[in-house]
Structures are given as C-alpha cells and as structure tokens.
C-alpha cells in the first residue's frame, strides 16, 4: 500500500494485524495506547473459578480474559473438566479460538460482536439462569444489565485491568510531529484505544489533517467521536482482519489532494489562528450526518431539508446556500473547513472547492461542486478585500 499506519494495540497484541498489513506493503508504527495489567487482587475471580459448579454460563469478552482466566484456573490447580458443564458465550472469533485452543467449546458467538449482540443472543437463554462474566476492570455495563433484566443472576468478576503506558507518550508525540514519521492511518481497536490516545497527547495539539482514523467497530467509533477525534474508517466486521480490509478499501481509493488560496486578509488571519483540538458538538453533527445528493447536487444531509429561493437552475448557488455554516468562533470555523475538506477529498475527490469567509465578526463555511473550472466567490479571490476569504480546493 506505500502508507504508514500507526497500531496502538497492546504490545503483546499488536502482531497479528501489524504482520497482516505488512504483508500488504504498509510501513507499520507500533506504539501501544494500552497496557495489560493483573488486577490488584484475584480473590473475586478465584472465588468464582471455585464455584464453576454453581453457574450455567460463562461469559468471556476477550482474548485477555481468556488468558486471564485459565492462568488462574492452572494456579488454583483446577482442570478444564471443571468447565464442561458451562455453556459458553465468546465475543469475537478470536476469543473464541482461544477458548477452544484450551479444549473448551463455545456454545454461542454472537452475529455481531458487540455487548448489545451478545445480550440479544443471550436474553431468553439465560433468563433463571446463573451466569459467570469474565471481563477488564473498566467495561461497558450492558451485558450484566440487560441479562438481569432478562430474568438471569449475573455475577461480574474482574480478570485483567487496561492502564495508559506512560512509555508510549513521548515517542507518540514526536512520531506525530514529525512529517516523515508521521502515519497516514491510525488504529483504535477498544474505546480504551480511544481514550488512552488523547490522554497520551495531553495537551499538546498536532495536526490531523492528513491522517485517517479506522476504527474496529460502531462502540471504538462512538468514543472516537465524544472525545473530539473523526472517524474516517470503520469495519464491518468487527474484527482485526475486518480493519485491514476496510483500511485497504479506503486507501486504494483516488485521493485528491487539498489546495489552499487566501486573500491578504485571510492569510493574515491564519497566522495568529491556532485550531482546537476538536469539534463542537454541532459542527461534529453536521460531518458525521455525512452528504446526500439531490436534483444533480451534493448537500449536506443535515442541511438539505433548507428552502432556497434562488434561480433553480443555479445550482452551484444552491448547493452554497445548502451547504453553509455560520460559526461565531473562528478557529472552529477554521477546523470545520479542514476536517469537511478532508472527508470530500475521500468522498468525491476532485469535485468541490469549500469556502472560508470572515468577516471580522463571524465566520462562514460553504462548499459546491466545481462546475465547467468555475468556482463561486473565488474566481478573483482579491476582488474580495471587504473580507477574508480563503478557498481549499480538492483538485
């Protein structure tokens, strides 16, 4: 593939989808977002290996809680025959070879391999039933929720703790400061992936503009997107093998590549600008509500219900009117403009020229169709001294 894509699984973990993209001829940066840890005691999960007896079901979420598990199993020298009575529940494939790699068979997987999923499977199965969830520390509440709600006793016992690798924070921030280093995709694999990337960075502000963040699934993505981060690529299916291919797909696609023009007034603008970190929560609604098309144009799908009153038949006008966002606060404006750039050069590269305009007060971002080389507002950009006007133009 010619890119370099930057993994921050855990370092025990990080080779099977680092070999896979490697294979592909991808430049592969290891920085784990995530550490394993025991927890500070065992004593809940050593009390429920010896009860194994007393539940109908066991619930693993993981490759770690696996690991986890039988380890402890081996030093309360239990046996695995201990385990034939339960039926099993895996999320995931993986987790599911792991378990049948230590001769335990696994009744369910769910379709999806999300919590939601494994309680839709689980729901009447379980209900009066006694249920064994082996799990990290810090989870989703979903499983142990909905399955009392079901009817069932759930007991939740802690296998494994994620903390943030304070090693990982310096290298981290030089890779992505350094624009020979710096990757083209990064992967998130939990939301703790999510999580522990910005507390890695901390304060420190670095440009994402020419990175595309993948995620493994719609729970990684969700926390992607409350802590101010995009999410350019998403699997679906939920698993390593399903990011690798959905981070081929994208990136055999045409990229275009985003131009800027600025008048005076606007290049002097840029130089004291320093953009935010993240979107508001608005702005971050109207790119993740994506675009729609509609009478021949590209709009905005959570503009596209406004009424224009302009000739029908101009449809670069339209599609401006459609297409443009008041904000009051300049830098946002700014990372707006960048980040609706980036998502069109991927979406429909080379089609459209987005529009920055400031004039003094509040800011305006617009975009259109480029329609016979002609590009409205911007043929003459310093015909527009009266404000600032800057166009990135996906050519």
């Not at 459209?352 to 169709?369: E, L, M, P, Q, Y």
Request: glycine share 6%; hydrophobic share 45%.
């Amino acid at each position: 593939m010619g890119i370099r894509v930057l993994i921050g699984r855990a370092r025990h973990q990080a080779s099977a989808l680092s070999g896979e993209l490697r294979k592909l001829g991808a430049t592969v940066i290891e920085i784990p977002f995530i550490e394993i840890r025991k927890p500070r005691s065992f004593k809940a999960l050593d009390g429920a290996l010896g009860s194994l007896a007393e539940y109908d079901w066991l619930i693993l979420t993981s490759v770690n809680g696996v690991d986890a598990m039988w380890e402890r199993l081996a030093k309360l020298g239990l046996r695995p025959t201990s385990l034939k009575h339960l039926r099993i529940a895996a999320i995931g494939p993986a987790t599911k070879k792991a378990i049948e790699q230590r001769g335990a068979k696994v009744d369910v997987v769910p379709k999806e391999y999300v919590a939601e999923s494994v309680v839709r499977s689980l729901r009447k199965r379980a209900k009066g039933k006694r249920v064994l969830l082996v799990r990290a520390k810090v989870a989703r509440d979903v499983i142990p929720q909905e399955l009392r709600k079901a009817g069932a006793q759930v007991d939740v016992v802690e296998a494994y703790e994620t903390v943030v690798p304070q090693s990982s924070r310096t290298r981290l921030r030089s890779v992505l400061r350094n624009p020979r280093q710096q990757p083209h995709v990064i992967t998130f694999t939990s939301s703790s992936t999510a999580k522990n990337f910005v507390a890695l960075l901390g304060e420190r502000n670095p440009s994402f503009d020419n990175i595309l963040f993948a995620s493994i699934g719609p729970v990684t993505s969700a926390t992607l997107r409350e802590v101010g981060l995009p999410v350019d690529i998403q699997t679906r299916e939920y698993t390593i093998p399903g990011l690798v291919e959905a981070i081929v797909a994208r990136m055999n696609r045409p990229i275009s590549s985003v131009g800027m023009r600025a008048n005076l007034r606007m290049q002097e603008l840029l130089k004291g600008t320093k953009s935010p970190r993240r979107l508001t929560p608005k702005l971050r609604a109207v790119l993740d509500a994506e675009f729609i098309e509609k009478d021949g144009c590209l709009l905005l799908a959570s503009e596209a219900v406004r009424s224009f009153g302009g000739d029908p038949m101009d449809l670069i006008g339209y599609e401006s009117f459609v297409n443009h966002i008041h904000v009051a606060d300049f830098p946002q404006a700014w990372l707006y403009a960048k980040q609706l750039a980036k998502r069109l050069s991927f979406s429909h590269p080379g089609e459209c020229a987005v529009i920055v305009s400031f004039d003094g007060k509040d800011a305006t971002v617009r975009f259109h169709r480029i329609r016979s080389d002609r590009s409205w507002l911007v043929e003459d950009l310093e015909a527009y001294r009266e404000e600032a006007i800057a166009v990135l133009h996906l050519s």
